[in-house]
C-alpha cells in the first residue's frame, strides 16, 4: 500500500446539498450547550469531572484501561499494579495536556508549535516515551493487525519526507474560515488523524484539538466540549468513516457523521451539566444548613474539583484553615455526603469521596 497523500484544503468536492440539514441542528445543539457553559460561575471547577471523563473515554478508545474513580484515588495517594498504573498515568498525561493547550490558546490561535507541545506533555513518563515525544515522526509507519508489513496495512500516512508540506496547509487552515465551524472542525480533525505526524498519540491529540479549535473560533465559551464519549460508544463506525476518506475520499461521509456526533453529544453533554449544576445548588442548601459557616461554598467547590481525595490535602485545596476542616469533614461524612475509601491509618490520610457527584457525572453508580 502507498502512502495516503492529504486532500488540499479547504475542501471543494463536499456534497453540502447533504450536509446543509446537518449544520443546522449541530450549530443550535452546541449553541444551547455554549448557552449553559456561560452560565457556569467557574467551569474548569464545577464541570471537573467532564473534564475527567474525557480524559478516561479519550484514552480509552486507544486501548487504555482505567476508569475515572481509579483516577481520582490515585490522584489521592492510592496504590495499584505497574500495568494499571501506566493506564493511569496516561489519563493523568491527557487532562494535564488540555490543561497546558487551554492556557496557550487563550493567549494565541493553534499552531504546531503547540501541537509539538501538546504531544510532549501527552507522552511524558508514559508507554510512548521511547517514540520522540514532541517531534514529528522520521520514520514511515502504518496502521494494521500486529506484526503486519506495510503492504497488508490498512493505512499508510504519509511518508515523513512529504510531512511538513501537508502540516503547514493544515496549519494555514484552522487559522482560515471555512463554510461553517463545525464542518470546518470535523475537516480538521480528520485530515490531522490521516496525516498521522506522530509515532503515537495522534487520536488522543486529534480529539483534544476539537474542544480546543472551537474555543479559537468563538463557538465556545470555554473549551469544554467533549466528543469521546461518543466517540467511544461508535469506535467501529467513527475507524470506518475515517478510513472511508483515504480509500473513497469520502468527505461528506465523515463530515455528516461528525455532525451527528456533535448535535448528540452535545445534547448529552447538556443534560449532564444541568444534572451537576443542580446537584451543586442542592448540596450548597444542604451544606450550609449542617455547618452554618461562611466556608461552605469554598468546601462545595473543592468537593466539585475533586470528589475522591486525601483529607490531608483538602485543607490546601479548600484554602479553609485546618481547626475547620476537620470538623467539616466529619460532619459531611457522618451524613453520607461524604463516604470513606481508605481509613486513616498512622501516617496515612484518610482517602474520601464524593459519590453523588461521581454518580451524577458519569451517568450511572459509581461508588
Not at 4 to 11: F, H, N, Q, R, S
Not at 150 to 160: C, G, K, L, Y
Not at 260 to 278: K, Y
Not at 348 to 362: G, I, K, Q, S, Y
Request: hydrophobic share 45%; aromatic share 8%.
Amino acid at each position: 500500500m502507498k502512502p495516503y497523500v492529504p486532500d488540499a484544503l479547504p475542501l471543494t468536492h463536499l456534497d453540502l446539498v447533504r450536509l446543509l440539514p446537518k449544520i443546522g441542528p449541530a450549530n443550535a445543539a452546541l449553541a444551547r450547550y455554549d448557552g449553559l457553559l456561560q452560565s457556569v460561575v467557574n467551569p474548569a471547577v464545577m464541570l471537573s469531572p467532564l473534564t475527567q471523563r474525557e480524559a478516561v473515554l479519550s484514552s480509552k478508545i486507544e486501548g487504555t484501561q482505567a476508569t475515572v474513580d481509579e483516577v481520582l484515588e490515585f490522584e489521592a495517594g492510592m496504590e495499584f499494579d505497574a500495568e494499571k498504573t501506566k493506564d493511569i498515568q496516561e489519563v493523568v498525561n491527557y487532562r494535564k495536556t488540555l490543561t497546558l493547550a487551554t492556557a496557550v490558546v487563550e493567549q494565541r490561535p493553534i499552531g504546531l508549535g503547540l501541537i509539538q507541545q501538546m504531544h510532549a506533555a501527552l507522552m511524558d513518563s508514559v508507554r510512548g516515551a521511547n517514540k520522540t515525544p514532541g517531534e514529528f515522526r522520521r520514520e514511515q509507519n502504518w496502521i494494521g493487525s500486529a506484526g503486519c508489513s506495510m503492504e497488508q496495512a490498512s493505512f499508510v500516512p504519509p511518508s515523513p519526507l512529504q510531512l511538513l508540506d501537508p502540516l503547514q496547509a493544515w496549519e494555514r487552515y484552522l487559522a482560515s474560515n471555512d463554510v461553517d465551524v463545525l464542518l470546518q472542525c470535523a475537516v480538521a480533525h480528520a485530515q490531522f488523524e490521516l496525516i498521522h505526524p506522530f509515532k503515537d498519540g495522534n487520536g488522543r491529540i486529534g480529539r483534544l484539538l476539537i474542544p480546543l479549535f472551537l474555543f479559537q473560533k468563538g463557538a465556545l465559551a470555554s473549551p469544554m466540549f467533549y466528543l469521546s464519549d461518543y466517540l467511544e460508544s461508535h469506535r467501529e463506525m467513527y475507524y470506518t468513516r475515517l478510513q472511508a476518506i483515504s480509500r473513497e475520499g469520502d468527505w461528506t461521509g465523515w463530515i455528516a457523521f461528525f455532525l451527528d456526533a456533535v448535535a448528540q453529544q452535545a445534547q448529552s453533554n447538556t443534560t449532564r451539566v444541568q444534572a451537576m449544576l443542580a446537584l451543586y445548588e442542592q448540596m450548597k442548601g444542604r451544606i450550609v444548613e449542617l455547618t452554618h459557616s461562611q466556608h461552605a461554598i469554598a468546601v462545595l467547590d473543592a468537593l466539585f474539583d475533586r470528589p475522591i481525595f486525601q483529607s490531608a490535602n483538602f485543607v490546601l485545596r479548600s484554602g479553609i484553615p485546618k481547626q475547620s476542616a476537620a470538623p467539616f469533614l466529619r460532619v459531611l461524612r457522618e451524613t453520607g455526603i461524604l463516604r470513606v475509601i481508605r481509613e486513616a491509618s498512622g501516617r496515612r490520610a484518610a482517602v474520601l469521596a464524593f459519590p453523588e457527584l461521581l454518580n451524577c457525572a458519569e451517568g450511572r453508580t459509581v461508588l
